[in-house]
């Protein structure tokens, strides 16, 4: 039986960063990574499938992933409930959104510096990162532009057909993100281990990796 540790997280939570922590234990396979600026960037053995936009057809699409006595542990914006109908032996690592209006501010100033003002390292990255946002893929003159040094936030200007400038990005990231709200809020029981976003970011993640040790141990 294949053992995994989904880290299930909402968008600019730090979740592959608690991921890459997770899989330092010793029972764990260690998730390679490379880092973007202050943001993580995980390899992990599903290719980063649950980390892309919603797919109807991804239970078609998973991998054939070699058997291994370790956990390997999956960063995952799918929620447990869609994961289970696969994987229902696995173990689930899901950080809870922010609960209060400053909470939410402090997450969405958190995406603009970590995700927004960040550049991938690789062509790649940022043609996927296009896709992600302008459903298509890049023409010509776009491909030649990202394939030079430019951030996520230059790129969001690029799929939106807009000049790079301060006021510009102010629109884009208003109407994209500032709307939005978080919606995970789980509890403890069986195999799933929740961290609140706000315990996260302050760094005290002791207690679940406590948590998440007693439950592979038992």
């Not at 396979?29 to 980063?48: A, I, S, V």
């Not at 995952?76 to 209060?100: C, G, K, M, W």
């Given at each position: 039986?294949?053992?995994?540790?989904?880290?299930?997280?909402?968008?600019?939570?730090?979740?592959?960063?608690?991921?890459?922590?997770?899989?330092?234990?010793?029972?764990?396979?260690?998730?390679?990574?490379?880092?973007?600026?202050?943001?993580?960037?995980?390899?992990?053995?599903?290719?980063?499938?649950?980390?892309?936009?919603?797919d109807e057809d991804w239970k078609q699409k998973l991998p054939e992933i070699e058997p291994s006595k370790l956990y390997h542990v999956v960063p995952?914006?799918?929620?447990?409930?869609?994961?289970?109908?696969?994987?229902?032996?696995?173990?689930?690592?899901?950080?809870?959104?922010?609960?209060?209006e400053n909470g939410i501010k402090r997450l969405h100033r958190r995406i603009y510096r970590h995700v927004w003002l960040t550049s991938h390292n690789?062509?790649?990255?940022?043609?996927?990162?296009?896709?992600?946002?302008?459903?298509?893929?890049?023409?010509?003159?776009?491909?030649?532009?990202?394939?030079?040094?430019?951030?996520?936030?230059?790129?969001?200007?690029?799929?939106?057909?807009l000049e790079y400038t301060k006021e510009n990005l102010k629109k884009i990231f208003n109407r994209i993100v500032k709307p939005w709200r978080p919606?995970?809020?789980?509890?403890?029981?069986?195999?799933?281990?929740?961290?609140?976003?706000?315990?996260?970011?302050?760094?005290?993640?002791?207690?679940?990796?406590?948590?998440?040790?007693?439950?592979?141990?038992?």
């Open positions: 039986m294949d053992k995994f540790i989904f880290v299930c997280y909402e968008h600019g939570m730090g979740g592959e960063r608690l991921a890459v922590e997770l899989s330092k234990n010793s029972f764990c396979n260690y998730l390679t990574h490379e880092k973007h600026g202050p943001r993580t960037w995980g390899y992990d053995c599903f290719n980063k499938l649950f980390l892309k936009n919603y995952s914006h799918y929620t447990p409930e869609l994961l289970q109908q696969v994987f229902p032996d696995a173990i689930y690592v899901v950080i809870n959104a922010p609960r209060t690789k062509l790649d990255q940022k043609v996927g990162y296009f896709i992600q946002y302008a459903g298509k893929y890049p023409n010509r003159q776009q491909l030649k532009m990202l394939d030079k040094k430019v951030t996520n936030a230059e790129i969001q200007c690029m799929v939106h057909d919606t995970f809020n789980y509890k403890n029981s069986g195999k799933i281990l929740t961290i609140d976003y706000e315990q996260l970011i302050s760094g005290n993640k002791e207690e679940l990796n406590q948590r998440l040790r007693t439950l592979i141990s038992t």
